[in-house]
């Protein structure tokens, strides 16, 4: 009975919870996150900087898909979104595309950063 409430709750977009992410997923993203220089502008530990806004929370907003899709294309997401609208103006660069990192490489780093 529990599982058909759950999983009748996910279809609804009720859950509060995400699923599982592949541990070697994550690892190859925290990989990615230093070697693409993520950190510069989010800080090391994500606790963002001036720069970057913080990342240590993004599983609030994101699931794997949506945020390896905006990483390839932060510019048209945050046209279609309010919030990143305001998001972005607090900060003194803008997120640029990473459209050129290979998709697997994007959904490593998006699972890496929704598994904080």
Excluded: I, K, N
Excluded at 57 to 81: F, G, I, K, N, T
Excluded at 100 to 108: V, W
């Amino acid at each position: 009975m529990a599982c058909r409430l759950l999983a009748l709750a996910a279809l609804l977009g009720l859950a509060g919870c995400s699923p599982a992410l592949d541990s070697q997923l994550v690892t190859r993203g925290q990989e990615a996150y230093v070697a693409e220089g993520c950190h510069a502008c989010h800080g090391r530990q994500q606790e963002g900087t001036v720069m970057g806004p913080d990342l240590r929370a993004v599983s609030r907003h994101w699931r794997l898909d949506e945020l390896a899709a905006y990483l390839a294309d932060p510019a048209s997401h945050r046209q279609q979104q309010a919030r990143l609208q305001r998001l972005s103006g607090r900060y003194s660069t803008q997120m640029p595309p990473l459209a050129t990192l290979p998709e697997d490489r994007r959904r490593a780093l998006a699972a890496f950063l929704l598994s904080r």
